[in-house]
């Protein structure tokens, strides 16, 4: 039986490249540069698998080809707002993502940005990379105390309860939670956690603010300016999910305003762009979206695309298929 041609539009690591060389016949786009819609249109209609990342854009319009030969769309993270998956399945392409694996190191950079902002260390690395530091002094670059703190999360799935149990029991803070659906009082107090029924009385009591919800649909602008202004003045934002679930100009207005303290950001609303407002500023942590960039992780994410898309050419029912 002759191998399914799979595209892989990104460098991966190098082992999992080894792997998908040696199941299929793969093509890796060796540019590592995010594919243009042209291209993976193009794709969709030359392999019978496209392996996409969160930078290469998948809307309706690139499965409009008559006859597309894709039969699965193998997305190396978590989330997948950048898939119009209503689309693929009207075209009868599969989705599958990778969940599970890299829940600790989101969680772990969503506590990185949160410690980052409240301790002020980012303007700290600067002061001293520049030369500026003039030595100890008591009133000296004072920040906000963690360890005790209330933090919010908005969606307690998999990295939200991560986030929890690392806020609860590793910094005694109190943890409140919106999420959609019901969770279970005893499945929230095994992360320490509490749920509130909306995501407004969250807001209202929490020192940190994380966010952890897909993003798109109904989640873009979810944090609006108004949202932003249900928040303390002493609050920080946390954002590791995706750049559109807050109203970017509403942030920066609340931030320049100061009717937020501060906010730690891993993604934007259009990325890779940063706008200068928000690069400005001193209360503000920004890192380039690298909630998944560990090498288990990303190692993790590559293994799991290769179990979905083995298991979908062997005719089985690929574990990680998005509805
Ligand atoms: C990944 C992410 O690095 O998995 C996700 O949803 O946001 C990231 O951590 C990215 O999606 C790679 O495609």
Request: net charge neutral; aromatic share 6%.
């Amino acid at each position: 039986m002759s191998k399914a041609r799979i595209l892989v539009t990104r460098r991966w690591p190098e082992e999992v490249e080894a792997v998908l060389a040696e199941r299929f016949e793969a093509t890796f786009n060796r540019d590592d540069r995010p594919m243009d819609q042209s291209a993976l249109a193009a794709a969709l209609a030359r392999y019978d698998a496209v392996l996409p990342t969160v930078s290469d854009r998948l809307p309706a319009a690139v499965f409009e080809r008559p006859k597309l030969t894709a039969k699965i769309i193998g997305n190396y993270g978590v989330g997948y707002n950048h898939i119009d998956v209503a689309a693929a399945s009207r075209t009868g392409i599969v989705v599958t993502n990778t969940p599970g694996v890299l829940t600790d190191c989101t969680a772990d950079l969503a506590m990185t940005l949160l410690l980052a902002v409240a301790r002020r260390a980012g303007e700290g690395e600067r002061q001293v990379r520049a030369g500026a530091w003039s030595g100890w002094c008591p009133t000296h670059m004072i920040g906000t105390k963690v360890t005790g703190k209330t933090l919010g999360i908005i969606g307690f799935g998999r990295i939200g309860k991560a986030m929890a149990k690392r806020c609860h029991f590793g910094f005694d803070m109190d943890v409140v939670f919106y999420n959609r659906s019901r969770v279970e009082p005893a499945e929230a107090m095994r992360y320490g956690a509490r749920q509130l029924d909306s995501i407004e009385e969250v807001l209202a009591a929490a020192d940190f603010v994380s966010l952890h919800c897909p993003g798109g649909g109904a989640n873009s602008n979810l944090i609006d300016a108004a949202r932003l202004s249900a928040m303390k003045p002493s609050a920080f934002l946390i954002n590791t999910a995706r750049g559109d679930v807050v109203d970017q100009p509403g942030l920066i207005a609340a931030l320049s305003n100061g009717h937020i303290a501060g906010a730690g950001l891993d993604v934007y609303a259009a990325e890779p762009q940063v706008p200068d407002a928000l690069r400005a500023m001193e209360n503000v942590v920004l890192l380039p979206h690298l909630g998944s960039a560990t090498a288990e992780t990303r190692r993790a994410m590559g293994m799991k695309v290769v179990e979905n898309v083995t298991a979908f050419f062997d005719g089985r029912e690929p574990p990680d298929r998005v509805a």
